[in-house]
């Protein structure tokens, strides 16, 4: 896979932003990032409050955090989908000032295309790319391949199980072969066994291509089992806590994630601190309804 990822990354030519003088550092580099939405009636949320984080290329990061704490907001900010407030966001050395079309994006109800067939859909997004016929072509059926999807390709979505189309919509960012893809909750609604599944996919994919990954998840063991590091959100307004790394060596094995050297600290790091924000949250309910 290096071949496929190598020219399509140079080639990208990114409007004349400012520069970042450290740019070769971190694919993504967030700067005291505030978000604040504002209501009709001039009444206003605080999504997301003085943020900063640095994302080197090709690390695999997860972000865990209550409802509402800024997650989603945090991924569709370096899409480029929503201004920040103050602060900046850089990717590579340009800062995110429009729609980011170098980041791969699965939003939280993602879905496919129903008017398109599995294969169409997950060849979608090349359409904006320069890639001859033959290359779209073969990206497409090695990752349709990769997912264990071979042999659907001319289903249509409504033809498929909720864990086919999940699939199917990550390797629909993955063939559009960024450089970084963003995935919020993407296996959220699925069950237990279709989860380990994809996360084990997940993983076999990115051992391969080494995209750098950001991936929200409200799940700590996905949140550990997955990263090289933990960025741990507070609640409202939603702040970095921590970022835990995780020590644990690759590639891992899902399946007995449990028992790998490094999982059990990670994980109770990451509870403990999640502890306290849930003690958190309850003490600040019942001290409004009271
Ligand atoms: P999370 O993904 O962590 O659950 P979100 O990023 O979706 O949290 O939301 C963070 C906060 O910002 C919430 O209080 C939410 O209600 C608020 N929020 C998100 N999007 C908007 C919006 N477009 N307008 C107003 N408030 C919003
Ligand atoms: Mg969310």
Redo the contacts with the bound molecule.
Sequence with gaps: MRELNSTSRQATALPPYATHPRAADAVIRIEHVT?V?R?RNHDT?T??EGVSLSVPYGEFVTVV??????????L?MIAGL?PVSSGRIWYQDREVCELNTHVGYVP?ESKLFPWLTLEENVAFGLEFRSFSRAEKARRVHYLIGLAGLTGFEQHYPAQLSGGMSKRASIIRALAYDPAVILM?EPFGPLDAQTRMILQDELLNIWERQRQTIVF?THDLIEAVALADRVVV?GH?P?RIKEVITVPMSRPRNIFAIHRQAGFAEAHERLWNIFRHELNFITHRAGGESA
């Design positions: 978000k939405f209501g949320v999504a997301l955090g209550p409802s509402g704490c800024g997650k989603s907001t945090l569709k929503v939280q919020d929200v959100m409202r939603g």
